[in-house]
């Protein structure tokens, strides 16, 4: 069954189960909620980071290997990392939490995966994630996903000190099933009509305790199982080690933007226009990069993109892949602006210059503000637009960040007004930490444009709050007021902007 059939399946179960809190719905962790396993990324991180010495290693090593030939049972085997972390304060343990998920963990977590759970809690159940692994792995993910309930081994904390010491039971096996059986009682949820997503047999306790058992990514001895009992199994390959067709893809849309300023180039020499050239370059890359990747746009609101042109186009910054939807969202008479590092980039660096792109020193204020006043030029002189993030970087999954005011001072001191571009889901296609473009569907809504004529700087924070809180709702991340409306902002229908703040 293709992916997209997979998840449509998955989907349709939810949407015909029950509304409300008494419906549990449970996530394994490693496997089934993010690819691959936690434990690797904090490894791996504590080893070149030196916070894990020799001795430690060669002791986790031996009691990873004990356990996973049966020699040893999963107590002993977290034993071994507790007892490594003996003496050390746990806000130091948090934080390299926080660190291992930005790098590493964010960038694993099924997009189908999130897709479930979203649906879950647009129905109202009680989400939840069990796992044997500790709070220090989960915390961030779950606060990513808006998971409140995490059922997790815990290692046991003094005075803010770990002791090295686990707490008993660890949420393993048949510790899963009773620390759902806790979540239960504490809740109201029914275990009996609830769901419980896993990739494993060793949670096969609770598979055979819940109303909707689902299996996701099996292991070969939970994939015979489901086989056994009918129970339908799915599997993802958004994430995880890549295959050859998804390594070749990137490669052929990274060599398709040199390729298209070559092909681009007779129009420079027949026409004498250098932007002629660049618009019809932009277009055929974002374009065929887009094809190429298997990035499909579902754009709502499209005819925002041209409706009022010049304009300072802002977009949330989600994904690498942002660039070439914004390249093939705006198409032509654009410029945009990026931060200075992307200038040394191979091939793609030299190529954003040549198309005059404008980069930003963020550590030399005085520099970033000249950098400001040119991009505030060229509106004004060539009468391009500008593309730009205003969140300065690229958030670790979709949430979104705070906005800085460069965007804005650009629009003011440009007269232009400014279209909001809010992408719902770029890190379906390429998350922060990874290299390689998936094939994806990713949902654009273009807000219509916002004048700016007549704003005033002592009023820039209150403005900005206004359309940041605009994202949170497209987004559904909470943080605006509900009758939050547009209509005092509203541009007149030829094109020229309202003479009203």
Known sequence: MAADA????????????ADGPEVGAIFDYDGTLIAGFSAFAFAQDQILSGAMSPKDFVEQFAAAGKFAAGRTGFSAFVGATAGSLRGRAESWFEEIGEKVYKNSIAGSVYPEARAIVDAHQRKGHTVAIVSSATKYQIKPVADDLGIEHVLCTELEVRNGVFTGAVVRPTCFGEGKRLAAEKLAARTGLNISDSFFYTDSDDDLP???????????????KLAAIARQRSWRA????SRGRPDLLTIARTAASYAAMPAAFAAAAPVWALSGDKRDMLNAAIGMWADYAAAITGLRLHVEGEQHLWSHRPAVFIFNHQSSADALIAAKLVRRDFTGVGKKEIARFPVVGPLMKFGDVVFIDRSNRKAAIESMKKVVKTIKEQG?????????????????????????????????????????NAVDALPRGQNLVRPADVRVTVLPPIPTRGWTKDRLDERIEEIRAMYLRELDQGGYEDDLSLDHWDLPEDGGEDDDD
């Open 6 to 17: 997979q998840l449509n399946e998955i989907l349709d179960d939810i949407e015909t189960s």
């Open 206 to 220: 609770l598979l055979e305790v819940v109303g909707r058992p689902r299996v996701l990514n099996p292991n070969r």
């Open 234 to 237: 799915y599997r993802f390959t």
């Open 384 to 424: 391009l637009s500008v593309v730009i993030a205003p969140e300065g970087t690229r958030s670790v999954s979709t949430k979104l960040g705070a906005f800085k005011k460069g965007p804005f001072h650009i629009a003011i001191d440009a007269g232009a007004p400014i279209v909001p571009i809010v992408i719902h």
